[in-house]
T-cell receptor, first 110, second 117 residues
Protein backbone atom coordinates (compact mmCIF):
# COMPACT_ATOMS: atom_id res chain seq x y z
CA UNK A 1 0.00 0.00 0.00
CA UNK A 2 1.14 3.54 -0.74
CA UNK A 3 2.51 5.67 2.07
CA UNK A 4 0.77 8.79 3.33
CA UNK A 5 2.11 12.01 4.85
CA UNK A 6 0.07 14.10 7.26
CA UNK A 7 0.93 17.09 9.45
CA UNK A 8 1.41 15.96 13.05
CA UNK A 9 -1.02 18.49 14.51
CA UNK A 10 -3.55 21.18 13.64
CA UNK A 11 -5.84 23.55 15.50
CA UNK A 12 -9.29 24.67 14.45
CA UNK A 13 -11.74 27.11 16.00
CA UNK A 14 -15.07 25.66 17.03
CA UNK A 15 -17.72 26.19 14.37
CA UNK A 16 -15.19 26.68 11.60
CA UNK A 17 -14.32 24.19 8.89
CA UNK A 18 -11.42 21.88 9.63
CA UNK A 19 -9.37 20.99 6.56
CA UNK A 20 -7.00 18.08 7.10
CA UNK A 21 -4.51 17.44 4.28
CA UNK A 22 -2.95 14.16 3.25
CA UNK A 23 -0.23 13.52 0.71
CA UNK A 24 -0.16 10.14 -1.07
CA UNK A 25 2.00 10.79 -4.11
CA UNK A 26 2.73 7.08 -4.78
CA UNK A 27 -0.91 5.97 -4.83
CA UNK A 28 -1.79 3.29 -7.36
CA UNK A 29 -4.81 3.28 -9.65
CA UNK A 30 -6.69 0.65 -7.62
CA UNK A 31 -6.01 2.16 -4.19
CA UNK A 32 -8.65 4.01 -2.24
CA UNK A 33 -8.15 6.84 0.26
CA UNK A 34 -9.67 6.07 3.67
CA UNK A 35 -10.04 8.34 6.68
CA UNK A 36 -10.46 7.15 10.25
CA UNK A 37 -10.32 9.04 13.51
CA UNK A 38 -9.50 8.03 17.07
CA UNK A 39 -11.00 9.96 19.93
CA UNK A 40 -9.01 9.83 23.15
CA UNK A 41 -7.70 6.24 22.96
CA UNK A 42 -11.04 4.76 21.91
CA UNK A 43 -11.09 2.36 18.97
CA UNK A 44 -10.69 4.10 15.60
CA UNK A 45 -13.87 5.13 13.82
CA UNK A 46 -14.45 5.10 10.07
CA UNK A 47 -15.20 8.51 8.54
CA UNK A 48 -15.20 8.29 4.76
CA UNK A 49 -13.38 6.84 1.77
CA UNK A 50 -13.04 7.54 -1.96
CA UNK A 51 -11.28 6.50 -5.14
CA UNK A 52 -11.15 9.57 -7.39
CA UNK A 53 -14.43 11.43 -7.07
CA UNK A 54 -15.15 13.74 -4.19
CA UNK A 55 -17.30 12.15 -1.51
CA UNK A 56 -19.60 13.50 1.17
CA UNK A 57 -21.47 11.87 4.01
CA UNK A 58 -23.05 13.00 7.25
CA UNK A 59 -19.68 13.29 8.96
CA UNK A 60 -17.36 14.87 6.42
CA UNK A 61 -16.35 15.60 2.85
CA UNK A 62 -13.37 14.13 1.04
CA UNK A 63 -11.73 16.10 -1.75
CA UNK A 64 -9.26 14.17 -3.90
CA UNK A 65 -7.06 16.03 -6.38
CA UNK A 66 -7.37 15.16 -10.04
CA UNK A 67 -3.94 13.48 -10.08
CA UNK A 68 -4.92 11.60 -6.86
CA UNK A 69 -1.62 12.48 -5.20
CA UNK A 70 -3.25 14.31 -2.33
CA UNK A 71 -6.57 14.69 -0.57
CA UNK A 72 -8.29 16.83 2.05
CA UNK A 73 -10.76 15.77 4.68
CA UNK A 74 -13.20 18.54 5.52
CA UNK A 75 -15.22 18.71 8.73
CA UNK A 76 -17.59 21.54 7.79
CA UNK A 77 -18.45 22.82 11.26
CA UNK A 78 -15.96 21.47 13.77
CA UNK A 79 -17.12 20.92 17.34
CA UNK A 80 -15.16 20.14 20.50
CA UNK A 81 -16.15 16.50 20.07
CA UNK A 82 -14.19 16.39 16.80
CA UNK A 83 -10.92 16.70 18.74
CA UNK A 84 -9.14 13.48 17.80
CA UNK A 85 -6.29 11.93 15.85
CA UNK A 86 -7.21 11.64 12.16
CA UNK A 87 -5.63 8.94 10.04
CA UNK A 88 -5.39 9.01 6.26
CA UNK A 89 -4.86 5.50 4.86
CA UNK A 90 -4.38 4.30 1.31
CA UNK A 91 -5.33 0.72 0.52
CA UNK A 92 -6.82 -1.57 -2.06
CA UNK A 93 -10.44 -1.47 -0.94
CA UNK A 94 -11.67 -4.17 1.40
CA UNK A 95 -9.09 -6.86 0.79
CA UNK A 96 -6.08 -5.59 2.66
CA UNK A 97 -5.65 -4.65 6.31
CA UNK A 98 -5.55 -1.01 7.33
CA UNK A 99 -2.00 0.23 7.88
CA UNK A 100 -1.94 3.24 10.22
CA UNK A 101 0.62 6.03 10.31
CA UNK A 102 0.83 8.58 13.12
CA UNK A 103 -2.03 10.71 11.81
CA UNK A 104 -2.88 14.35 12.52
CA UNK A 105 -3.90 15.41 16.00
CA UNK A 106 -6.74 17.90 15.52
CA UNK A 107 -7.54 20.16 18.43
CA UNK A 108 -10.83 22.06 18.19
CA UNK A 109 -10.65 25.17 20.32
CA UNK A 110 -13.62 26.98 21.84
CA UNK B 1 -26.06 -5.70 17.78
CA UNK B 2 -22.95 -5.25 19.91
CA UNK B 3 -20.43 -4.81 17.06
CA UNK B 4 -16.92 -5.74 18.16
CA UNK B 5 -16.43 -6.73 21.79
CA UNK B 6 -13.05 -7.23 23.44
CA UNK B 7 -12.46 -9.14 26.65
CA UNK B 8 -10.94 -8.20 29.07
CA UNK B 9 -10.78 -4.41 29.05
CA UNK B 10 -7.84 -4.21 31.47
CA UNK B 11 -5.22 -6.68 32.63
CA UNK B 12 -1.96 -6.65 34.53
CA UNK B 13 0.41 -9.56 33.96
CA UNK B 14 3.72 -10.53 35.46
CA UNK B 15 6.63 -11.16 33.12
CA UNK B 16 6.48 -14.71 31.83
CA UNK B 17 2.76 -15.22 32.42
CA UNK B 18 0.46 -16.14 29.58
CA UNK B 19 -2.97 -14.87 28.64
CA UNK B 20 -5.52 -14.81 25.84
CA UNK B 21 -7.41 -11.79 24.60
CA UNK B 22 -10.80 -12.49 23.09
CA UNK B 23 -12.41 -10.57 20.24
CA UNK B 24 -16.00 -11.29 19.26
CA UNK B 25 -18.02 -9.74 16.43
CA UNK B 26 -21.67 -10.19 15.55
CA UNK B 27 -21.67 -8.65 12.07
CA UNK B 28 -20.81 -11.84 10.16
CA UNK B 29 -17.55 -10.28 8.96
CA UNK B 30 -14.99 -12.48 7.27
CA UNK B 31 -11.96 -10.37 8.12
CA UNK B 32 -10.65 -9.81 11.63
CA UNK B 33 -7.52 -8.03 12.84
CA UNK B 34 -5.44 -7.47 15.96
CA UNK B 35 -3.51 -4.23 16.43
CA UNK B 36 -1.40 -2.80 19.22
CA UNK B 37 -0.98 0.88 20.01
CA UNK B 38 1.87 2.25 22.07
CA UNK B 39 1.78 5.77 23.59
CA UNK B 40 1.92 8.50 20.94
CA UNK B 41 1.98 6.00 18.11
CA UNK B 42 -0.41 4.83 15.46
CA UNK B 43 -1.83 1.32 15.45
CA UNK B 44 0.43 -1.51 14.30
CA UNK B 45 -0.96 -4.73 12.85
CA UNK B 46 -0.05 -7.88 14.77
CA UNK B 47 -1.99 -10.64 13.00
CA UNK B 48 -5.10 -10.87 10.91
CA UNK B 49 -7.52 -13.43 9.52
CA UNK B 50 -9.34 -13.51 6.20
CA UNK B 51 -11.79 -16.20 7.28
CA UNK B 52 -12.54 -18.99 9.70
CA UNK B 53 -9.55 -21.26 10.15
CA UNK B 54 -7.06 -18.82 8.56
CA UNK B 55 -4.48 -16.48 10.07
CA UNK B 56 -1.68 -14.31 8.70
CA UNK B 57 1.17 -12.25 10.14
CA UNK B 58 1.12 -8.49 10.23
CA UNK B 59 3.87 -5.95 10.93
CA UNK B 60 4.71 -7.00 14.50
CA UNK B 61 3.76 -10.69 15.01
CA UNK B 62 6.65 -11.83 17.24
CA UNK B 63 5.61 -12.95 20.71
CA UNK B 64 1.96 -13.42 19.75
CA UNK B 65 -0.16 -16.25 18.42
CA UNK B 66 -3.72 -16.17 17.11
CA UNK B 67 -6.55 -18.54 16.34
CA UNK B 68 -9.81 -18.22 14.41
CA UNK B 69 -11.71 -21.43 15.16
CA UNK B 70 -15.08 -19.74 14.80
CA UNK B 71 -15.98 -17.01 12.34
CA UNK B 72 -17.17 -14.65 15.03
CA UNK B 73 -14.15 -14.99 17.35
CA UNK B 74 -10.49 -14.07 16.98
CA UNK B 75 -8.16 -14.90 19.87
CA UNK B 76 -4.80 -13.28 20.54
CA UNK B 77 -2.42 -15.19 22.80
CA UNK B 78 0.69 -14.15 24.66
CA UNK B 79 2.60 -17.28 25.67
CA UNK B 80 5.24 -15.57 27.80
CA UNK B 81 4.48 -11.92 28.43
CA UNK B 82 7.27 -9.34 28.34
CA UNK B 83 7.27 -5.69 29.47
CA UNK B 84 7.66 -4.68 25.80
CA UNK B 85 4.16 -6.04 25.24
CA UNK B 86 2.66 -3.42 27.51
CA UNK B 87 0.26 -1.68 25.16
CA UNK B 88 -3.35 -1.10 24.22
CA UNK B 89 -4.68 -3.85 21.97
CA UNK B 90 -7.44 -3.25 19.44
CA UNK B 91 -9.43 -5.78 17.52
CA UNK B 92 -11.29 -4.96 14.31
CA UNK B 93 -13.45 -6.69 11.73
CA UNK B 94 -14.69 -5.95 8.22
CA UNK B 95 -16.45 -7.45 5.22
CA UNK B 96 -14.58 -8.89 2.29
CA UNK B 97 -14.72 -6.92 -0.91
CA UNK B 98 -17.02 -9.59 -2.38
CA UNK B 99 -19.55 -9.40 0.42
CA UNK B 100 -19.26 -5.73 1.22
CA UNK B 101 -21.90 -4.27 -1.10
CA UNK B 102 -19.63 -1.25 -1.12
CA UNK B 103 -19.28 -1.13 2.64
CA UNK B 104 -15.64 -1.92 3.35
CA UNK B 105 -15.19 0.00 6.57
CA UNK B 106 -13.57 -1.69 9.54
CA UNK B 107 -15.23 -1.70 12.95
CA UNK B 108 -13.04 -1.54 16.03
CA UNK B 109 -13.48 -2.69 19.58
CA UNK B 110 -12.84 -0.41 22.53
CA UNK B 111 -9.46 -1.85 23.32
CA UNK B 112 -7.71 -3.93 25.99
CA UNK B 113 -5.17 -2.11 28.13
CA UNK B 114 -2.43 -4.59 29.06
CA UNK B 115 0.39 -3.89 31.47
CA UNK B 116 3.24 -6.36 31.91
CA UNK B 117 5.32 -5.82 35.04
Amino acid sequence: DAKTTQPPSMDCAEGRAANLPCNHSTISGNEYVYWYRQIHSQGPQYIIHGLKNNETNEMASLIITEDRKSSTLILPHATLRDTAVYYCIVRVSGNTPLVFGKGTRLSVIA
Amino acid sequence: NAGVTQTPKFRVLKTGQSMTLLCAQDMNHEYMYWYRQDPGMGLRLIHYSVGEGTTAKGEVPDGYNVSRLKKQNFLLGLESAAPSQTSVYFCASSYTLRDSHGNTEAFFGQGTRLTVV
